[in-house]
């Protein structure tokens, strides 16, 4: 079941980050509580954000983030994912299927006409490629990160 996350999900989304950043091959800066917390309250009754979590009775195992808004150079709409993640060891593809159909559900119900999904994290790159361009996306490119010394 997958439904909006709430003030009252915050425990567990804070762990699954938790989890997410320890799993990562990518180096993401500390997790802050507190951000967290804040990042979640801006979403709620914002249209134009998504924070949403896959549930198996009764808990969250899974979650998923994303904006709404215009391009640089146009104000037509495009959706973007910013955070995307399963529970290792609750992984499936009806898991990572829900989450993807919310986000692109979403989309539609925002007015996005371009919707970007990708990954950063380096956690199993081929299937979540494979979900994607089963959903419809095609890859367009690559992603490289430099961190400051």
């Known amino acids: 079941m997958i439904r909006d996350c709430t003030e009252g999900d915050f425990p567990d989304l804070l762990r699954m980050g938790l989890m ?11 997790i802050e509580p507190e951000r967290v917390a804040d990042s979640l309250m801006e979403t709620v009754d914002q249209p134009d954000r998504l924070f ?16 709404c808004g215009g391009w640089a ?8 994912c910013d955070l995307f993640y399963i529970e290792p060891e609750r992984r499936s593809f009806a898991a990572a299927l829900a989450l993807a159909r919310a986000f ?6 925002v007015g996005a006409k371009t919707s970007i999904m990708g990954t950063t994290t ?28």
């Open 122 to 149: 380096g956690v199993e790159p081929e299937a979540t490629a494979l979900l994607f361009r089963r959903l419809g996306y095609t890859q367009v490119g690559s992603i490289h990160m430099k961190v400051a010394s």
């Open 52 to 67: 949403a979590a896959f549930y198996e009775d009764p808990e969250p195992v899974g979650f998923i983030t994303a904006v």
């Open 73 to 80: 150079f146009s104000s037509e709409k495009r959706a973007a």
């Open 20 to 30: 997410m950043r320890e799993e990562s091959a990518t180096r993401f800066p500390y």
């Open 104 to 109: 692109d559900t979403w989309a539609q119900r």
